[in-house]
């Protein structure tokens, strides 16, 4: 693969991944889609996507039963979940950075509990993100955030986090995503049906086909294609734009504002993670 097409591919990827966050706001805060609903619908059209490009690669199925495949699934739902309900009250960029902060405290956080080397500098990243995403959280009168969906998003964050330490080693992402979805798909549809079935639109639901299929189910796949042709810190460093590309769809499709406040968080998150980021060169 070419680096041209790596980077092409890689911008079409964090673009995917910000749609996530676009598509989830447009669907449940818009067009006024069930949340449950839009969770389901989203992860039942990531399994028919993920399991399609399973079948029709050369090589074993995927295994579903296991500890890691429970452990994963569980935490997948638990972020399925979270990420929609976040995106009742808030905006799309302000998601993915509550989301994006989260996940890089969390697995930080687990290095230390793992007593491994961490350098310097990823202390001080740390310390620079934990302070913005403070900057962003902290309670201010009108200013604050609504709090169901800052608590919502936290927990999506911390499960993704899960997710991903939990994927380390994976010899097939694919297989191990795709069995994920499947195995995540009962869970959260039995919380839809704990919860009551509220509106299901045409247009929330295609729009929950578009983001499980397309930027959840289709992103997914790309980005493990190209990911081992991706130094680690590039690899890393090119996930901070999935908060930028957010925000930016959010004020030009969404109508969305842009805060002094969230700029300053913002760029205090995104900075201390490119600082960690650069210490694992």
């Known amino acids: 693969m070419t680096s041209m097409r790596v980077f092409a591919l890689t911008c079409v ?8 966050s676009l598509l989830n706001r447009l669907g449940v805060a818009v067009q006024g889609m069930d949340p449950m ?12 996507m993920l399991w399609l490009l399973v079948l029709m690669r050369q090589a074993p199925r995927p295994g579903i039963t296991g500890t890691r495949r429970a452990a994963g699934a569980l935490a997948l739902a638990v972020y399925m979940i979270g990420f929609s309900w976040a995106y009742i009250t808030l905006d799309a ?16 956080a687990w290095a230390v509990i793992e007593g491994g080397k961490i350098p310097a500098l990823r202390w001080i990243g740390a310390a620079i993100a934990l302070t913005g995403l403070c900057v962003l959280l902290w309670p201010s009168g009108t200013a604050a955030l609504p709090l169901g969906g800052a608590v919502a998003m936290t927990i999506a964050g911390a499960a993704w986090a899960a997710y991903t330490l939990l994927g380390r080693g994976e010899a097939d992402p694919l297989g191990a995503t795709a069995s994920n979805f499947l195995l995540c798909l009962p869970l959260v549809a039995a919380v839809m049906l704990a919860t009551g079935i509220g509106p299901m639109p045409l247009a929330g639901i295609i729009t929950a086909v578009v983001a499980g299929a397309i930027t959840s189910g289709l992103g997914y796949a ?4 190209v990911l081992p042709a991706l130094p680690t810190t590039v690899a890393g460093i090119a996930q901070l734009s999935v908060p930028v590309i ?14 002094l406040r969230f700029t300053i968080a913002g760029v205090l998150v995104l900075g201390g993670i490119a600082i960690s980021l650069s210490a694992r060169r």
């Open 13 to 20: 990827i964090m673009c995917a991944f910000a749609a996530n």
């Open 222 to 225: 790309l980005w493990y294609r």
């Open 37 to 48: 609903g839009f969770a389901t619908v989203r992860t039942a059209a990531g399994v028919a």
């Open 93 to 108: 960029g302000l998601g993915a950075l509550i989301l994006f902060g989260v996940l890089q405290i969390v697995v930080f």
């Open 246 to 259: 957010a925000v930016a769809a959010g004020v030009a499709f969404l109508g969305e504002s842009l805060s």
